[in-house]
């Protein structure tokens, strides 16, 4: 079992920044992935970035040169900074993290943090 706690959601200027962090019980390094998730309201969960055990990032197209991904492992961290923020931005986001498992892999979701960008 793994607690996922994330910080640093706010209400923000369209065209802002902010900087969320997720951080983890235990270490996370082995992980598949981890990341995070938005919901907007009367929307869909959605993949906003995530990044493997092995680095690489995966981000949904709409914010593709504007969000980074990265991780400190000695921190069991990961962070996601976000630039050029748009309303449609806004959303509750969700860290989250799939642990491999010699049956299959288990997911684990943080409680979420409010981002509002004002337009």
């Known amino acids: 079992q793994v607690q996922l706690v994330e910080s640093g959601g706010g209400l923000v200027q369209a065209g802002g920044s902010l900087r969320l962090s997720c951080a983890a019980s235990?270490?996370?390094?082995?992980?598949?992935?981890i990341g995070w998730y938005r919901q907007a309201p009367g929307k869909q969960r959605e993949l906003a970035a995530t990044?493997?055990?092995?680095?690489?990032?995966n981000y949904v197209d709409s914010v593709k040169g504007r969000f980074t991904i990265s991780r400190d492992n000695a921190k069991n961290t990961v962070y996601l900074q976000m630039n050029s923020l748009k309303p449609e931005d806004t959303a509750v986001y969700y860290c989250?993290?799939?642990?491999?498992?010699?049956?299959?892999?288990?997911?684990?979701w943080g409680q979420g943090t409010q981002v509002t960008v004002a337009s």
């Open positions: 235990r270490s996370t390094f082995s992980f598949l992935a």
């Open positions: 989250y993290a799939r642990e491999t498992m010699g049956w299959g892999h288990r997911d684990y």
């Open positions: 990044i493997s055990s092995g680095g690489i990032p």
